[in-house]
């Protein structure tokens, strides 16, 4: 056999191996992929067993999607903190003070109401009361980053403390309970509203899924965040800053608290303070579940998103027929558990290939 008979061989070995992989057979292949099948089992087996079949109801998708909005954008935050390899088991509690924060603020502002029950400030006292949330939100955030990328403390214990102080503050703030009684204007106008059949909160969520999306697939901060997950020392000798990159992402992870936040409050009327002790839990489940590394460098956003609709419909469809609440945690710390140990799986695989 001919040189350039052996070569034009071997250029056409090349060539196959390089051909690109069929793009659905390949996303078949993911976690994504298992976790969108597993919701649709897991809808079609609540709606068999609901009574009346009231699962598959408007009104209960429509309940579903204004519930699992909180969980979603909580979902997107802790996929941006992974993404670079951290942690931020704080967030439900930064979610519960800001609400209390803002709420305290809405309250002052608003005043007493009249004899029909109407605020005359409480458009002004939304406003406020909203920035107030994001401020809040912000600076908690902040004040993690610091600890985590300037202190040099593990982001897992770094946010495990300041869940016990943002707990302990949002207490302190409402006067050992919760703040209820405020203005339901924000569920008139925003809470209530449909768009194209949506809920406008869960819009909000959806829009904010989509920036992650783009910022992670088309940014220098994406693709920053990435190699941070991947390798922060040699982010750092390819000249990231990595200390500010994860301050950043702790902040962008307190403003998600803080919206989340203010959609709560938007749809009670009140804060929960004992309402979000497995916010974290549930949004961390979601996010490894749909794929994104425990130990950083991959974020799958449409993943989250799938195992946020998991971890809602769990939960939503349990509460349907009847389960008690601690089945529920018992259920939510399966899932997880679960999730943690396909992460692991799929991370001795690559070792090994």
Known sequence: MSLDTMVTDTELVDDRARAPRNKVLGWLSTNAAWVLGLDALIVIAFTMMSPGHVFWSAGNLQALALGGTQALILAMALAMMLGAGQFDLSIGANLVLCSVVAARVIQAMAGAPDAQGNFSSSTSAFVVGFVAAIVTGIVFGLVNGVIIAHLHVNSLIATLGTLGIGTGLAFIIGRGGDIGGL????????????????????????????????????????????????????????????????????????????????????????????????????????????????????????????????????????????????????????????AVAVDQLRAGRRARG
């Open 183 to 338: 203005p339901n204007g924000l569920q008139a106008h925003f809470t209530s509203q449909l768009v194209l059949g949506v809920p406008a909160p869960a819009v909000v969520g959806l829009a904010l899924m989509v920036l992650v999306w783009a910022t992670l697939t088309f940014t220098v901060f994406g693709t920053n965040t990435l190699a941070i997950g991947s390798s922060r020392t040699a982010a750092a000798r390819a000249g990231i800053r990595v200390q500010r990159q994860i301050v950043y992402l702790a902040m962008f992870a307190g403003f998600c608290a803080a919206l989340a936040a203010f959609i709560d409050i938007s749809r009670y009327a009140s804060t929960a303070i004992n309402g979000h002790n497995q916010d974290g839990l549930a949004a961390l489940t979601a996010v490894v579940i749909g794929g994104t590394l425990l130990e950083g460098g991959k974020v799958d956003v449409i993943g989250a998103l799938f195992g946020t609709v998991l971890a809602v419909v769990l939960l939503n469809g349990l509460i349907i027929i009847d389960v008690p609440p601690y089945y529920q945690l018992v259920a939510t710390g399966a899932v997880l558990v679960l």
